[in-house]
């Protein structure tokens, strides 16, 4: 049997006719930037976040650009971010000219809040803070807050891997300033080109990135605020994504039962999965776990027709090209080294499960 890391095409199958007469009513409509699509998704996907805002952006990369300029961050300031998460947050920093400060991760492989604390204590001129839920995991968020809270800072979520994830009723996005999302194919919620969103209860803070998103115009033609340009979510996307939107949460669960058999699996094995918080704090993006001897275990799977995969191969402080002067990160480090992705998608097939599961049990040990 061969196993796929993901089948994009397993989820899309059951909504192919509704897409295509979607995307043919946007072909028809002749308007195809910011028009009704955009409007109703921008609204649906608010309110699915729990909040009263979500402006559309063309990549969630930008969205964590466009929600530090918005949140006043300009060249020379510094913004405390990971390390281990794909270097989005440190792009989208390094974008608007600021210095990414690198916090490390805690038992869930995300930002650690006692270390978050000391870099904020040695480093006062950190203006905002990054917390990005990896893997679909939230962060330790309560006791991030309380500590951004402390030092008067402002706070982003990097919710790109984490649409759905939810911490007593309250969804991924909604716990800071400005929640940012990407809907590349792969994502939770991801249409069929690039996309992304930031999502706040601030009216201000929607109100300016409105206008960054547009060259920063207020009205047509009239550039109203610095730091703007052309990020914008096409009308054929937006029609794609409010066609998937109500169905997140059922593949979520999909993806996080996967998960919890090859967590069941792993026991008694070297095969470690990251702690937890609640039942619904995580929604499995990618299935990760640790081994010691990763790659024997990678190379295992593979003669078995298993793909594997590492997210991420390399920390952003490992990348030569940016020049990035920091402390260590032991844990961040020592993560990089174990971490291995298993397949896990919506539309996995039991027999393809259950294969998985075998092979964890020979291998794991
Ligand atoms: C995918 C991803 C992004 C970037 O999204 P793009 O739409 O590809 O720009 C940002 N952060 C995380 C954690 C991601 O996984």
Known sequence: MQVKLNDLSRSSEELTAKIQAAVIGVVDSGWYVHGHQHERFEHEFARWCGLEHAIGVASGTDAIELALRALGCGPGDRVATVANAGGYATLAALAVGCFPVFVDIDQRLNMC??????????????????????????????????????????????????????????????????????????????????????????VGVADRLRRLRQYGWGRRYHVELSGGRNSRLDEIQAAILRIKLPHVHRWNTERRRIAERYHEAASGTNLL???????????????????????????????????????????????????????????AEQACREIVTLPCFPGMQPDEVDYVCEAIRECGV
């Open 113 to 202: 809040p006692d270390d978050l604390a000391r870099v904020l204590r040695s480093c006062p001129e950190i203006k905002v803070v990054v917390v990005t839920h990896l893997y679909g995991q939230l962060a330790q968020i309560d006791a991030i807050q309380n500590v951004v809270r402390t030092a008067g800072i402002k706070l982003v979520e990097d919710c790109a891997q984490a649409h759905g994830a939810s911490l007593n009723g309250r969804l991924a996005g909604s716990f800071s300033d400005a929640g940012c999302f990407s809907f590349y194919p792969t994502k939770n919620l991801g249409g069929m080109g690039d996309g992304g969103a930031v999502v706040t209860a601030d």
């Open 273 to 331: 999965f990251p702690s937890r918080g609640g039942a619904e704090d995580y929604v499995a993006h990618l299935c990760v776990a640790r081994h010691p001897d990763r790659d024997t275990f990678r190379d295992r799977l593979l003669q078995r027709g298993i793909a594997t995969d590492i997210h991420f191969p390399i920390l952003d402080v490992q990348h030569a090209s940016l020049n990035l002067q920091q402390r260590s990160l032991p844990m």
